[in-house]
């Protein structure tokens, strides 16, 4: 490949994308104004910029950033905790929190996201899931085109279905992702049917559409910070948000009953939250223009990306199917070569608890672990599949795409 070539060649992926890069573009011009208006609305001030220390109590930051969050989010009322440390545990606070013994939950969307398997007990022996406090779960499989089975998940509801549970993102599966027009639908074809918690994993999903799971119908739904609305900037914490009923369970879970949503210092962090919260519209935007890049390039040089650049997007997973090992690890190589922190590690193929295949992952994030930074990582198994996702600004996701094209062309040439 000459460097004409690759010039032109990127040229056409920039050129292919300049619509898709529009609609973006305006989600989250709408995005930023629900933020601002969220922010004005409920009297965001300078002193709310402050955290409190110990019990935490009458922490009015706290109080009106989960104000913010709620409007956003289209619920009556939040948690946003740096003291929830991860999306796993937020998710895991709310779903244990809404469950008494006896009770059962149907996921809706198929196999739930790894963590959540340890979580519920689908996979492992871990002291305290969901199993071992006879909690029963019932995955409902995916129909073949990848749709919701909706009357699978109506035939599985019993008097004892206590949440019915929905991830949005497709996170490491091989299955599309749910809009929120679709869990919208579905909400409302199962309300008749249960009284249920209608619950949503909303992790990687927040800002990438201009609704959000309250504005679905679902009564709760939870994420991470160090994703998409932590703005790249919030360094620990998670989100809940609900019917305050609801919420009201997932508090008592996260700290215990009696202290619920009143307790839980925020230290310095407040700051972070809310700034973070007003970049995170933009970027999401630009997460998403760098995977929309991605994949028109990595088209044009010849591998299989779902979605592809064509495709509507409500997370910001872009997978790459590379069908060879060893072009899947010289692209997350140079990914990481080309990151801020770290960029002289060389990331390898290596055995990780809880996969059956090697993983390699480049992460050369600020934030650890943290995929609203542009990282890239999958297990080496025919199709040889890297998710690449993040990028705090579009022109370093386009920056390090190219130069592991190039990379990935040397290699063939040899
Ligand atoms: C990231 C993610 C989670 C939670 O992961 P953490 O690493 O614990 O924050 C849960 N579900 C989905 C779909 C995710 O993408």
Redesign the pocket.
Known sequence: MAERQIGDIIKQAEAKIRPRISEVEATAEQNQARVLEAFRQNHVSSFHLQGTTGYGYDDSGRDVLEAVYAELFGHATALVRPQLI????A?AAALFGLMRPGDELIYASGTP?D??QTVLGLTGDEPGNFSSLGLKVKVIPLKSDGSMDLEAVKGAITKKTKVIAF?R?R?YEDRPSFPIQEIAEAVSILRPYTSAYMFV?N??GEFVETKEPGHAGADICAG?L??NPGGGLVRTGGYITGSEEAVAQAASRLAAPGIGSEGGATLNMLQEMYQGLFLAPHVVQESLKGALFTAALLEEVGFDTTPNWQEARTDLIQAVHFHNRQAMITFCQEVQRQSPVDANVTPEPSAMPGYEDEVIMAAGTFIQ?A?IELTADGPLRPPYTAFVQGGLMYAHVKLAVIAAVEKLHQITKE
């Open positions: 991860s999306g796993t545990h998710i996201y963590t959540l991830q993102s996170g994993d992790c990687y991470s160090i994703k672990g995929s």
